[in-house]
């Protein structure tokens, strides 16, 4: 008995070592999302399944998210949504609205192909409602300003403004 006894911790730890490898295996602590691309021809697009880590909050989720996204498709039949070097610079959870503020090189234009800038945002949007659907609104600013608004600037001369 006393045998037996010496060998349990042992066999404990032999058990939890299976287990935890069973458990990474298994993908706990990963979560499939779809992210959507445009096919290379031009005309529609295609999702690819991606793992994505299991963060305990949302916005870290969705930031990870963004980022794979802006990665791109790893199939070579679908192209790029945003040029190689756009940047997520800020993500902001409220309710259920999520404002994404891109760097300014969403805007340019990809070698050998140009994706409409408008269809740029409805990609994202598309992505952000498909993965995370308890989402009502995806507000989407480059550099802090929204696309396709006029240009906010103060038109006050403030040396002036004391006469």
């Known amino acids: 008995m006393h045998r037996i006894i010496k060998y349990v911790p042992l066999i404990l730890m032999g058990i939890f070592f299976i287990a935890g490898i ?23 697009f295609n999702g ?16 990870h998210t963004i980022n794979e996204l802006l990665l791109g498709p790893s199939e070579l039949e679908l192209e790029n949504i945003v040029p190689l070097g756009t940047k997520l610079q800020s993500l902001i959870l409220s ?20 994706l ?33 608004n006029p240009y906010y600037r103060i038109e006050q001369d403030f040396n002036n403004e004391n006469s």
């Open 22 to 44: 069973v458990f990474l295996n298994l993908g706990f602590g990963r979560l499939d999302q779809v992210l959507f691309f445009p096919l290379d021809n031009g005309n529609g």
């Open 48 to 63: 690819e399944e991606r793992l994505i880590r299991r963060y305990t909050g949302k916005v870290e989720r969705m930031k």
């Open 95 to 114: 309710d259920r609205t999520v404002y994404l503020d891109f760097s300014k090189d969403f805007f340019e234009d990809f070698k050998g192909y140009s």
């Open 116 to 148: 409409p800038f408008q269809e740029r945002l409805e990609y994202v949007e598309r992505n952000m409602f498909f993965n995370y659907p308890f989402l009502d609104e995806v507000v989407i600013t480059i550099e802090g300003q929204l696309p396709l």
